[in-house]
Each structure stands twice: as structure tokens, then as C-alpha cells.
């Protein structure tokens, strides 16, 4: 993940030009997590299988101008803030406020400590030295002689600026019929690949694994519809 992608993606961000590309979700005032494809899905595209989507956490200023992201690469982070909204605190407060409590709240990660690189050689001596002092304010504490590796414990972190308020969203009628459209295509699709196996291959142990997945996708159908309705339904009863 360069500087250069993430510039990419505040822009479209800041262009609205990203949807279902950048999904949003608020967890403080100006602080927001996300899940980021750098382009739709698409037949036409090669084809992927990596598991490997990183968490992005995207900055406002109080303009509601993207200014920053922080992306959680499990073992580092890297950050970003864009050069005119640079030494104005926005990285710092994101960071102190809601980004490293959010991670360290994370029960898939239960992380005791967050470690992170900054490499002289790699950034430049300027963005090693505006990095190091973001680290060292957070808390961090280097590891190496060479100060390229820091870490920063849970327990030593200052959670008296923790300030995570998560907001949901409503989904409307229009993208469940959306998702139901996706869920159909996607069963069908496998049970027409999973026929043509059969009819190539007999009926093979294997082609038992692939006949319960497709009875899984065409259950999920329904267990979409349940999140969306109940939890639209909480949503509403929480509006004033």
C-alpha cells in the first residue's frame, strides 16, 4: 500500500466517486473504519482469491474534508495525511482518540501491543523524523537501536482521550433487493459449476462439499434480510 493509493482513494473519497468501492463506517467524530476495493467486482477482472483486506481508517477535518488514513496492516500501520493538512494534529488525535483504541478493542485481534516500522531509508530523513515524533507522542517506544521499530502496549497506552462513538447505518429496500440480485448469482452460478463437475466427475466425495455450500448461500439470503430488518428496526425505535 503506497502514499500515492491512499491519495487515490481521499480523493475519491472526497469526490464522492466511491461507491461500493470504499465502504464507511463512523466510530468517532472524525474518524471513520472502512473496507476499501480498489475497483468493483467484475467478471472481466482477473481473478482473486487473497483473503487479505486491510482495515483503513479515514480522517476528517471539522470541514468534513478527507484529510488522512491510517491503514491496519495487522503487524504495522501506515499512515497518511494529505501535504496541506499536514502538522495541524489531525494524525495524532485520530490516533490517540479512536484509531489505537479501536484496534486494541479488537476481539479477532486481542492485541497485548501494536508494533510499527518507520524506515529512514525507505521514506526519506523528513518523513522519518515527522513519523518518529507522531510515534513517540502516541507513546510508542522503539525496539532497536537503529529506531526503525516500535511498539506500543496496551497498557501503556493513555486511554483518557478514548473517545469511540460507532454509528450505524441504515441499509434501505433497495440494496437488500441489491444483495438478494448478488446472493442468487452467485448460488446460481455455483450450482451450475457444480453440475458440470458432477457430470464430468461422478458423483465424488468432493462434490458433496460443494453441494452444502450452495445450500449455504441460499440460506444466507435469508439471514440478510434478518440483520438488515432487525437491525433497521432497533435504528428506528432510537430515532428521536
Known amino acids: 500500500m503506497t502514499n500515492e493509493n491512499i491519495q487515490e482513494f481521499i480523493d475519491r473519497l472526497n469526490n464522492g466517486q466511491f461507491k461500493d468501492t470504499i465502504l464507511l463506517r463512523q466510530i468517532s467524530e472524525y474518524v471513520f473504519v472502512s473496507k476499501v476495493r480498489q475497483k468493483k467486482n467484475d467478471l472481466r477482472n482477473e481473478p482473486k482469491f487473497s483473503l487479505t483486506y486491510y482495515d483503513f481508517f479515514f480522517i476528517k477535518n471539522d470541514k468534513g474534508e478527507f484529510v488522512g488514513a491510517v491503514v491496519d ?136 462439499s460443494l453441494k452444502e455450500l450452495s445450500n449455504k448461500l441460499c440460506c444466507s439470503k435469508a439471514t440478510i434480510e434478518d440483520i438488515i430488518w432487525e437491525n433497521n428496526k432497533v435504528y428506528n425505535k432510537r430515532r428521536p
Not at 122 to 145: P, R
Not at 168 to 190: M, P
Request: hydrophobic fraction near 35%.
Open 73 to 208: 496492516m495487522y503487524s504495522d500501520l501506515h499512515w497518511y495525511i494529505t501535504p496541506k493538512n499536514r502538522k495541524k494534529g489531525y494524525l495524532v488525535n485520530a490516533l490517540r482518540s479512536a484509531i489505537l483504541p479501536y484496534i486494541f478493542y479488537d476481539d479477532n485481534k486481542d492485541l497485548e501491543a501494536q508494533r510499527i516500522t518507520i524506515t529512514k531509508s525507505e521514506i526519506g530523513e523528513l518523513d522519518y523524523h515527522n513519523s518518529k515524533k507522531v510515534a513517540l507522542k502516541l507513546g510508542f517506544k522503539a525496539t532497536n537501536k537503529e529506531e526503525a521499530e516500535f511498539l506500543l502496549t496496551r497498557d501503556s497506552f493513555d486511554w483518557s482521550e478514548e473517545n469511540i462513538n460507532e454509528i450505524n447505518t441504515c441499509l434501505n429496500e433497495e440494496k437488500l433487493n441489491e444483495f438478494r440480485k448478488r446472493i442468487s448469482y452467485i448460488y446460481q452460478d455455483l450450482e451450475s459449476m457444480t453440475h458440470e463437475l458432477q457430470m464430468a466427475y461422478g458423483d465424488i466425495y468432493e462434490i458433496e
